[in-house]
């Protein structure tokens, strides 16, 4: 139990373009997910917690008009990166919450923006 | 505020040795939790451990084992008779026991076991 898939799990895309990344836990209902950004060699950075049925909660810093986040079910969580440019690369994580304590995270999205 | 530090970046051991991560949380809340993930380098992490701030009992799991001590903020893990299969990066982490619960990750400890 607790798996966390991610898709796509690797996108190119060109600068200017929006890229769509979903979240979904497929045994398990989530009321709370999250969204995480990892730069090569370094810990995960916390962007956004997704809550289902409601507006997302932006770490400060992160701009919310270019990482949009829906939480439509309680199984689908979905990042766009709107108007990606080549400082948007990276490894795109999200996870959600099981219970109240434990988060399962899904496999990653790579992100390059030429 | 709450901080976790992994204060070795690199290890690198023989595989069979023992080998320990260690990890140092603050927190000035009673109620925590504590989490170590391993990130093998397909990226995907994998949930090991959790542990709440109440529970200080040593845990072992097959090779691995995590020593919990309050005293001195301190959750430390430990794999025996290492293998190659465990080179990857580990992270500890801390949530708040209560609220959203975010976690807030140390910087890492990559492990590399050679054969």
């Known amino acids: 139990g607790a798996v966390v898939s991610q898709h796509p799990s690797r996108v190119i895309c060109k600068s200017g373009t929006s890229v769509k990344i979903e979240c979904r836990s497929l045994?398990?209902?989530?009321?709370?997910m999250f969204w995480y950004r990892q730069f090569p060699k370094q810990s995960l950075m916390l962007m956004a917690t997704?809550?289902?049925?409601?507006?997302?909660?932006?770490e400060q810093g992160v701009e919310k008009d270019k990482f949009l986040i829906n939480h439509a079910s309680l199984t689908l969580s979905t990042l766009t990166v709107t108007s990606a440019h080549p400082e948007d690369s990276s490894f795109y994580i999200c996870?959600?919450?099981?219970?109240?304590?434990?988060?399962?995270f899904g496999p990653g999205t790579r992100l390059l923006v030429l | 505020a709450q901080k976790v530090t992994q204060a070795q970046t690199e290890i690198s051991v023989v595989e069979k040795e023992d080998v320990t991560l260690d990890c140092v949380y603050e927190?000035?809340?009673?109620?925590?939790?504590l989490f170590w993930y391993k990130q093998p380098p397909s990226g995907e992490l994998v949930f090991l451990i959790r542990?709440?701030?109440?529970?200080?009992q040593n845990e072992i799991s097959g090779r691995y084992s995590w020593n919990f001590q309050k005293s001195t903020s301190s959750f430390n893990f430990t794999i025996t008779a290492s293998q190659v299969v465990d080179s990857a990066v580990y992270f500890c982490?801390?949530?708040?026991?209560?609220?959203?619960?975010?976690?807030?990750f140390g910087q890492g400890t990559r492990l590399t076991i050679n054969p």
């Open positions: 045994d398990f209902q989530a009321t709370t």
């Open positions: 542990r709440n701030s109440f529970d200080e």
């Open positions: 997704s809550n289902e049925g409601s507006k997302a909660t932006y």
């Open positions: 996870s959600a919450r099981r219970g109240q304590e434990t988060q399962y």
């Open positions: 927190t000035r809340d009673t109620t925590y939790y």
């Open positions: 982490a801390l949530s708040r026991g209560q609220g959203a619960q975010k976690l807030v």
